[in-house]
């Protein structure tokens, strides 16, 4: 065989090896679905040039799909036009998700949640009420577990009223819940949060709904991987005579149905001086 036909070959065969190898990558990317959650801090304006500097860490991430919080349709929009994304946004809404993948169908419910179908699931992007935070009642009022019950009412309900809407298929629901999680709040851990125990009633209710903590589920011990999302930037409560603010895991990223399986799962920013958020997002990747 002369030196010309073992050339050609060999670059036929190093075109096929590329081949094999690009076919293989791709659908190993359609396998997989790479979720973060995070709360934008009334849209990047909290902090110098909020709206470019969220694009640069949600592009730095890895995410495939956002679920926004804090943000609105304008936020949004910009999010995803810098990214080259698609989005889902609904006026009046502080919930958006934002896309690298097709969006195939979409829906919002009151102003707690919208949800999107992306390669066959659907994700959910929510935020539960604010109002009577539980880490305060437990650490600043020394409240019992009665009366932190009591005032979880809301979250409770809302969860209830999410699980319901969400009904039986596939789903990822990603977003700020404003609760720690029962989880975290164990004997394990009760010296870090304030002496106490808690079942925390909303994540709880997903829980009873049927949805996985995908972060808990791959990071199980909640002393050595607390995987607090808040807060980065609040070290001091100073509402309450400067005393440390409670840092809690708030933020999730939960999933039932299907084959969906969390494969990986982290916290993800924080660090930096002008990260956009005063939470620290949330990134699950999942094997479709």
């Known amino acids: 065989m002369n030196r010309r036909v073992i050339l050609a070959l060999g670059a036929a065969f190093a075109l096929s090896a590329a081949v094999t190898v690009a076919t293989v990558s791709t659908a190993e990317a359609d396998e997989t679905l790479t979720v973060m959650s995070l709360n934008t801090w009334h849209g990047g ?9 969220t694009v ?3 592009d730095a991430s890895g995410a495939e799909v956002v679920a926004l919080q804090e943000t609105d349709k304008a936020v949004t929009q910009q999010l995803a036009e810098k990214l080259g994304w698609k989005y889902y946004t609904q006026s009046g809404l502080d919930v958006d998700i934002i896309s ?17 179908k992306i390669k ?18 437990a650490c600043f009022d020394h409240d019992s577990n ?23 298929s596939p789903a990822i629901i990603a977003g700020d819940l404003n609760t720690p999680s029962h989880m975290d709040w164990t ?21 009873n709904g049927g949805y996985r903590d995908s972060y808990r589920e791959v990071n199980p011990d909640e002393a050595a991987s607390p995987g607090d999302t808040w807060s980065p930037k609040f070290p001091t409560n100073s509402d309450h005579g400067d005393r440390p603010e409670p840092q809690d895991r708030i933020d999730y990223i939960l999933y039932k149905g299907g084959s969906l399986d969390a494969t990986s799962s ?4 924080g660090d930096k001086q002008n990260w956009p958020s005063d939470h620290r997002a949330v990134i699950t990747q999942f094997k479709l």
């Not at 902090?47 to 500097?53: A, E, R």
């Not at 066959?120 to 009642?137: A, E, M």
């Not at 009665?146 to 699980?163: F, G, H, L, S």
């Not at 982290?266 to 920013?269: P, Q, R």
Request: some cysteine; glycine content about 6%.
């Open 45 to 53: 304006s909290q902090v110098t040039d909020g709206v470019n500097t």
């Open 56 to 58: 640069q860490e949600i």
């Open 100 to 116: 690298s993948q097709p969006i195939e169908k979409a829906d919002s419910m009151s102003d707690t949640a919208v949800a999107a």
């Open 120 to 137: 066959g699931v659907w994700v959910y992007s929510i935020h539960l009420g604010h109002t009577k935070y539980g880490p305060y009642n």
């Open 146 to 168: 009665e009366t932190i019950y009591a005032d979880e009412t809301e979250r409770k309900e809302q969860t209830e009223a999410i699980v319901k809407w969400a009904g039986s």
């Open 187 to 207: 004997e394990k851990t009760k010296a870090k949060h304030c002496d106490s125990v808690v079942e925390w009633p909303a994540t709880k209710a997903f829980a």
């Open 266 to 269: 982290k916290v993800y920013g």
